[in-house]
Structure formats: structure tokens, C-alpha cells
């Protein structure tokens, strides 16, 4: 019971990262539980429990998902899957060729004026969870897991099952994506 207190909601908000919906994450959850509790005899100590169990429920996640994305409702055809833009335009960029800066920021990110203030509100905080929730499934859930959640890069690459430097582009690219979202927000409040 100790341990259904200390990681059920956690394990229900990783859940969340893969699954469409917070029915479907419960039952990943429970499902993990049951796998805990099946498994622990065989358990080997070679990570620790939380990351045993979270790597367990990963992998239950992940195969959820893939399931439920074979059932796609029909509006869902209209729009078929786009390639990935980058993480942030290359035109904020300085060309390489560029004799005294090559490579860096030509349009740096605007300072934020109070941040604390702006970060208390209620809309911002929605903006950032909406901003998180259009990343893509793996940037969701190493930005997840890494600045929600608190883990370490160790954690997470154990638990997904990441190398350190995946689990590091990931994490870049999801916090340039928020961080992208969240500016133009703030430039639409300041305008």
C-alpha cells in the first residue's frame, strides 16, 4: 500500500504521456500494479524499485498506445500525419558563414518582463500545459518526467529506456518547443 500511495499518481500522469485518454491510463495502471506484483519475486535490484516499476509501466504504456492508435476516428483522416518541424527556425539563427558569430542567436529569445508574476497566472499555466501536451509523445514524457516530475536524466533513461544522449535531444527539443510557445504567448500579452 506504501508504494501504491507514493507512485500511483505518478505513475498515472506517465501514463497519461503515451495513452489518449485518463480511462485508458488507469487501466495501464492497474495493469502495471498487477505486473508489480506478479514480478516482484523476480525483481533483481539491478535499478531501483521506482525505476523497475515505472519501466514496467512504460512498457505497458507503450504498447497501449500503439493499440489505441490502430482505432483513429474517421475526422482524424482529414489531416494525415505531418513531418516534424524543428525545434526552433533557422532564420533566429546566425548563417555559418557569418565572420563573427557563426551559428548563433541572430534573434535571441525576448526577456520576459516579471516572470514570476506571468508564471503565477492561471492562463499562463494553461498555456504551458497545453504547450506540453501538443509535444510529441517521447519530448512529453523526458520534459515530463525531467521538470515536472523531478527525475534525473538517469532516472529517465532508465525508465523509458533512453540512452543519456537521446534523453538529452528529447529534452531540448521539448523545452524549446514550450519555450517557443510560451514567447509567443507573452509577446501577444505585451502587444
Known amino acids: ?28 495502471v492497474q495493469e502495471t500494479w498487477l505486473a508489480v506484483l506478479q514480478g516482484i519475486g ?15 509501466l512504460t512498457n505497458r504504456a507503450k504498447t497501449r498506445a500503439e493499440r489505441e492508435r490502430r482505432t483513429i476516428p474517421f475526422s482524424a483522416l482529414s489531416n494525415p500525419g505531418v513531418v516534424p518541424e524543428a525545434a526552433l527556425e533557422p532564420e533566429r ?36 500545459r ?4 501538443k509535444l510529441p509523445p ?7 518526467l525531467r521538470d515536472v516530475e523531478g527525475w534525473s536524466s538517469e532516472e529517465v533513461c532508465n525508465a523509458l529506456g533512453l540512452t543519456e ?8 527539443r521539448a523545452r524549446s518547443r514550450v519555450r517557443k510557445a510560451l514567447e509567443s504567448y507573452l509577446a501577444q500579452e505585451d502587444a
Open 165 to 172: 544522449t537521446n534523453q538529452r535531444v528529447l529534452l531540448h
Open 1 to 28: 500500500m506504501t508504494l501504491v500511495e507514493r507512485y500511483n499518481a505518478s505513475l498515472l500522469r506517465v501514463a497519461l504521456l503515451y495513452v489518449p485518454s485518463r480511462a485508458v491510463a488507469e487501466e495501464v
Open 42 to 56: 523476480r525483481f533483481e535490484e539491478r535499478s531501483s524499485l521506482k525505476t523497475w516499476i515505472f519501466r514496467i
Open 130 to 133: 497545453a504547450a506540453i501536451e
Open 93 to 128: 539563427f546566425r548563417a555559418p558563414d557569418d565572420a563573427r558569430w557563426p551559428g548563433h542567436w541572430a534573434s535571441p529569445p525576448a526577456a520576459w518582463s516579471t516572470p514570476e508574476a506571468r508564471l503565477e497566472s492561471r492562463e499562463t499555466r494553461e498555456r504551458l
Open 138 to 144: 517521447g519530448q512529453r514524457a523526458v520534459l515530463s
